[in-house]
């Protein structure tokens, strides 16, 4: 059973650091994508990052780039997402989804892939 778990959420104020983890199970990293998406209230959810284990290439939101920063552990089965100089904007509740990687296209700016599995999530707030 493919399983993620997402922790390292919190409350932070404006400018500081949180680090989320992403517990994979049942699947192994290198045949897929992990990607690190978050829903504000009232916002549509919208991808922030994602990472392929096989050959470490990633992808990043323009509204993140230069401050986030997305790796994977596959010995561990684990992906992070560390998260600094963090904005207001930023609050959300995040989630880490699993697609194939065979299904993941990036057109543009755009990443979009069949992420059929997910975590539960975890509540970031950022202070101002």
């Known amino acids: 059973e493919v399983q993620l778990v997402e922790s390292g959420g919190g409350l932070v104020q404006a400018g500081g650091s949180l680090r989320l983890s992403c517990a994979a199970s049942?699947?192994?990293?290198?045949?897929?994508?992990i990607g690190w998406f978050r829903q504000a209230p009232g916002k549509e959810r919208e991808v922030v990052s994602c990472?392929?284990?096989?050959?470490?290439?990633?992808y990043y939101a323009d509204s993140v780039k230069g401050r986030f920063t997305i790796t994977s552990d596959i010995a561990k089965n684990m992906v992070y997402l560390q998260m600094n100089s963090l904005k207001t904007e930023d609050t959300a509740v995040y989630y880490c989804?699993?697609?194939?990687?065979?299904?993941?296209?990036?057109?543009?700016?755009?990443?979009?892939?069949?992420?059929?599995?997910w975590g539960q999530g975890t509540q970031v707030t950022v202070s101002s």
């Open positions: 990472i392929s284990s096989r050959d470490g290439s990633t």
């Open positions: 049942g699947f192994t990293l290198d045949d897929y994508g």
């Open positions: 989804a699993a697609a194939r990687l065979d299904t993941i296209v990036v057109v543009s700016t755009t990443l979009t892939g069949d992420f059929r599995s």
